[in-house]
C-alpha cells in the first residue's frame, strides 16, 4: 500500500502545480493542460479507490492511520477537482463576456441613423432638403400657434365667467 500512496500522493502535488499552469496558459495550450489535469484528476480516483481496498486490508492497529491517509488524499483531490471547475466556469464566464462585448461593440447604435433614414424616404418620395426644413419650421411654428390659441381660450373662459357671474 505505501508505494502506492506515495505515488498517488506525488501525483496530488504533481496536479497542484499543473494548476498554476492554467492561469498562465495561452488559449490553444489552456484546453489541452485543462484535459491533461482532468485525466490525472480520474486516474488518482482510480488509485484511491485501490488505495481504499488495500487500506480496509492492513492490520487493525494501521487500519485507521491508512484509512485517514487515504480520505486526505480523497479530500486533496476532490479540492483540486473543484479548483478545475472553478477555473473552467470562470474562463466559460469571460469568454462569454467577451463575446458579449465584441456584439455590442460591432452594433451600431445610430439615433441620427434613423433621422437619415427618413430623409432618405422623403427623399424618394420627391421631397428635397429644402421641404424637409420647411416642414419642421412649420412645425415649429405650429407649436407657438397651439399654445397662443390656449392662452387666448383660457383668456376668453375667464372673462366670460367674471362677465355672468
Not at 494548476?19 to 489541452?32: F, N, V
Not at 463575446?99 to 432618405?120: A, C, H, P, V
Not at 432638403?129 to 415649429?140: G, H, P, Q, S, W
Amino acid at each position: 500500500m505505501e508505494p502506492l500512496y506515495q505515488q498517488t500522493h506525488k501525483h496530488v502535488h504533481e496536479i497542484q502545480s499543473h494548476m498554476g499552469r492554467l492561469e498562465t496558459a495561452d488559449k490553444q495550450a489552456l484546453h489541452l493542460v485543462e484535459n491533461e489535469i482532468q485525466a490525472s484528476i480520474d486516474q488518482i480516483f482510480s488509485q484511491l479507490e485501490r488505495l481504499e481496498i488495500l487500506s480496509s486490508k492492513e492490520p487493525p492497529h494501521k487500519r485507521q492511520n491508512a484509512k485517514l491517509r487515504v480520505d486526505q488524499l480523497k479530500y486533496d483531490v476532490q479540492h483540486l477537482q473543484t479548483a478545475l471547475r472553478n477555473f473552467q466556469h470562470r474562463r466559460y464566464a469571460r469568454e462569454q463576456q467577451e463575446r458579449q462585448r465584441e456584439e455590442l461593440l460591432s452594433r451600431t447604435f445610430t439615433t441620427n441613423g434613423t433621422q437619415k433614414k427618413i430623409l432618405d424616404i422623403a427623399n424618394m418620395l420627391g421631397l428635397s432638403n429644402t421641404v424637409m426644413r420647411l416642414i419642421e419650421k412649420r412645425a415649429f411654428q405650429d407649436k407657438y400657434f397651439m399654445i397662443g390659441g390656449m392662452l387666448l381660450t383660457c383668456v376668453v373662459m375667464f372673462l366670460v365667467v367674471q362677465y355672468l357671474t
